[in-house]
């Protein structure tokens, strides 16, 4: 006997429960359910089928399997001389599979309320075998996760995350002469709504009372609008495009401000990242690493504004001075604070997210929640991490505090302790969201919309999760940790 011919038999002709099986079939073919559903079950029936039918399966050609089977699985039923013959003839294991799958494929087909999927791993299960099945899709789905992972996040050989160096490294100066000289209303910064390095810099200037002097430009993230990158500027209003080439993405703004330079300009080459400090008067970027920006902005004094804390709560600023975030008897302290936050959180948190390898993985959260801890203990022994005024370490350490439950403890897997848990830097959090201008740089529906939403290889899926919301973490609510001026001044 031909192995066709073999297959056939085995299919039809010693079926015990033939007659129950044929009716779940033609259950499944009538039904009024969506073509998919019926494609499923039939193309299930087809495995079993000879390759007529298997070819109109392929074909994708529903009702030519349907005409080819039932007219099989009909002709075999009535030559095999119906049910009761058949008892005698026992079954194989192999062939009561395939019964079991015809008829779950023929459910799935009838149950038109909920989707349950083709059935893959069933169908497939007489072909191939559900280890090599579920290997080979993992395999093809982990090389597409790590190519995405690598454009988006560049790791070394153990699967550690590995930031990149940025371009733009020149600051601002007092020296009215200077390249970049402190004049009020001549720079803008590029701020990305979610990015925490860009946090720092919006801190700065609302703690500095900086915003008259800055023009501060937000973006939003979509990299399926963005032509590299993923920065890009509101559609509508046209107002809200970038202000000093009209570009429509970050882009576009590195490639206008690096071929400004001259004749000797190319496109920018490298990553696009926000914050960017540029010069509009000179059409060129001063810089796109924060921690100097955040410097730049701190040292040096703006001319033509009056800087100070004052601003929108009736201060007088020129009174009270200009707010020093780096004051010279804490240089020390501070640096070291703000290298072990930068380490352990700012970038310790990316490290455990973008983490391609266990081990690395496991280190950073560890690193994470250590540092934490560490932090902990300094908030109860002082209100800020130098003292009972506010630094520039502060800075650093409150975007990354303010984004951990709602995003890196979830989406970034670091899972292994939570701010709310911890009483001090929690406290330090409301603390700092409480001072002026600071509630405005702080919005969490929109960090976690951008990282669960556009961090595609974390959150294929891109369900955004509801909370925390600025309530659940008590933000706004009294932070009972003092009342005195938090401010260094010169
Ligand atoms: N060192 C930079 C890092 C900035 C950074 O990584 N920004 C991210 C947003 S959170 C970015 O723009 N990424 C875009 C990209 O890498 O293409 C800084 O601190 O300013």
New binding site residues.
């Given amino acids: 006997m031909s192995r066709t011919r073999r297959a056939r038999e085995n299919c039809f002709a010693r079926a015990p429960v033939a007659s129950s099986s044929l009716a779940a079939r033609r259950s499944a073919f009538r039904s009024s359910t969506p073509d998919a559903m019926a494609f499923a079950s039939t193309r299930a029936i087809a495995l079993e089928t000879p390759p007529r039918a298997r070819l109109a399966s392929r074909r994708g050609d529903v009702a030519g399997v349907r005409r080819v089977v039932m007219h099989r699985a009909e002709g075999r039923h009535r030559s095999a001389g119906g049910a009761s013959s058949l008892r005698e003839r026992r079954p194989s294991s192999r062939h009561r599979h395939r019964q079991r799958v015809v008829v779950a494929a023929a459910a799935a087909a009838d149950d038109d309320d909920s989707n349950k999927g083709l059935g893959l791993l069933e169908w497939l299960g007489p072909v191939i075998p559900q280890g090599a099945l579920v290997t080979g899709v993992k395999g093809g789905w982990k090389l597409a996760w790590r190519t995405m992972m690598t454009e988006?996040?560049p790791s070394d050989d153990a699967g550690a995350y590995v930031?990149?160096?940025?371009g733009f490294d020149d600051t601002l100066s007092n020296d009215p002469t200077a390249k970049h000289p402190a004049m009020c209303g001549r720079y803008v910064v590029y701020v990305?709504n979610?990015?925490?390095?860009?946090h720092?810099?919006t801190l700065t200037i609302a703690l500095k009372g900086l915003s008259d002097a800055i023009a501060v430009v937000k973006m939003t993230?979509d990299a399926e609008r963005a032509s590299?990158?993923?920065?890009v500027f509101e559609q509508f209003p046209a107002s809200a495009r970038d202000p000093v080439f009209g570009a429509r993405d970050?882009r576009e703004v590195y490639d206008a401000a690096v071929m400004s330079k001259g004749p000797a300009g190319a496109p920018y080459r490298g990553?696009?990242?926000?914050?960017l400090l540029l010069d509009a008067a000179r059409k060129t970027a001063v810089c796109?690493?924060?921690?100097?920006?955040v410097r730049a902005l701190n040292d040096v004094d703006f001319v033509g504004v009056v800087q100070g804390v004052g601003q929108g709560v009736g201060q007088s600023d020129a009174e009270e001075g200009v707010v020093e975030l780096r004051p010279a008897a804490l240089l020390d302290e501070i640096d070291a604070w703000g290298e072990e936050v930068y380490r352990g959180l700012?970038n310790g948190v990316?490290r455990c997210g973008f983490a391609t390898s266990q081990a690395a993985y496991e280190r950073a959260a560890t690193d994470v929640k250590t540092t934490l801890l560490k932090v902990e203990k300094r908030l109860s022994e002082s209100r800020f991490l130098c003292g009972d005024k506010i630094t520039e370490a502060d800075v650093r350490l409150f975007p990354t505090i303010v984004r951990f439950d709602a995003v890196y403890a979830t989406l970034f897997k670091c899972s292994n302790v939570r701010v709310a848990d911890l009483p001090c830097v929690s406290g330090f959090m409301k603390d700092v969201y409480a001072l002026p201008g600071v509630r405005e740089t702080v919005d969490l529906a929109g960090y976690r919309s951008s990282y669960f939403g556009q961090l595609f290889p974390l959150n294929p899926g891109g369900i955004v999760p509801i909370g925390p919301t600025e309530a659940d973490l008590g933000l706004g609510e009294d932070a009972n940790r003092g009342t005195g001026d938090v401010f260094h001044r010169r």
């Fill in positions: 988006l996040a930031r990149p160096s940025y990305g979610a990015c925490p390095w860009c720092r810099v993230d590299r990158g993923g920065w970050l990553r696009c990242t926000a914050p796109n690493e924060s921690a100097d920006i700012n990316y």
